[in-house]
């Protein structure tokens, strides 16, 4: 079913960090997944971490895993423009497909 | 290293009729996903594909949709006697035989139906 969820906006104003929440409720899953959607585009990966991990770096993103409350969250270090999209959280499910949340549309105050 | 390549981007449809949408994989690539985006809203699974077979159709629904992955060419998901509720975004992703292996998105067919 489905079981991953996530706020559906965040403004954050130009230089600000965003973090950007979800929790999901199957545990067995081993990766989890954060990716970007642009308007009119397809959904490009940003991110994943291993669910044994409890953070990952990547540049300006961060990645924490609390595995015991199964909340997953994205943090963007000196949020600009370019960042507003939707970002969308996933866990792998059975026969490898990904569940994703609704989705948290960014947007970005001048 | 192409990406995903779906076509067409845009398909406009009259009630009724049926529409056909082509995936290509990433080379390399031997698992095919396919999903739904309604307008403001997430992306919900449909089906799971290698070549010749289908491993997950959970997110189908019962009737008029199929999808194949034949041995050669493209994935085709097809809708037969389209409504206006099918009108959504289609993406299809693609990954290796890995267990867990991350999802590449193609752009996406936008379908309308009129």
């Known amino acids: 079913g489905e079981d991953v969820e996530q706020s559906l906006f965040l403004s954050v104003r130009e230089g600000d960090s965003s973090v950007i929440n979800c929790t999901y409720t199957d545990s067995s899953s081993t990766y989890l997944y954060w990716y970007k959607q642009e308007p009119g585009a397809g959904l490009q990966l940003l991110t994943y971490i291993f669910s044994n991990m409890d953070m990952k770096q990547d540049q300006r993103l961060t990645v924490l895993l609390n595995k015991k409350d199964k909340h997953l969250s994205l943090r963007i270090a000196d949020t600009q423009t370019g960042d507003s999209a939707i970002y969308f959280c996933g866990r792998g499910g059975s026969a490898s497909k990904i569940i994703f949340g609704s989705g948290t549309r960014l947007s970005i105050r001048p | 290293n192409a990406g995903v390549m779906q076509n067409p981007r845009h398909l406009v449809r009259r009630r009724g009729q049926e529409a056909r949408l082509r995936c290509s994989p990433m080379k390399g690539h031997s698992h095919v996903y396919w999903y739904r985006q309604l307008p403001e809203e997430g992306l919900k699974f449909m089906v799971y594909?290698?070549?010749?077979?289908?491993?997950?159709e959970s997110g189908m629904p019962k009737e008029r949709f199929s999808a194949e992955f034949p041995k050669e060419g493209p994935s085709i998901l097809r809708i037969q006697q389209v409504v206006r509720g099918d009108s959504a975004a289609y993406f299809c992703?693609?990954?290796?035989?890995?267990?867990?292996?991350?999802?590449?998105f193609g752009n996406g067919t936008r379908l309308t139906v009129t």
């Open positions: 992703a693609s990954s290796t035989v890995d267990r867990d292996s991350p999802l590449h």
């Open positions: 594909l290698q070549k010749e077979n289908i491993i997950d």
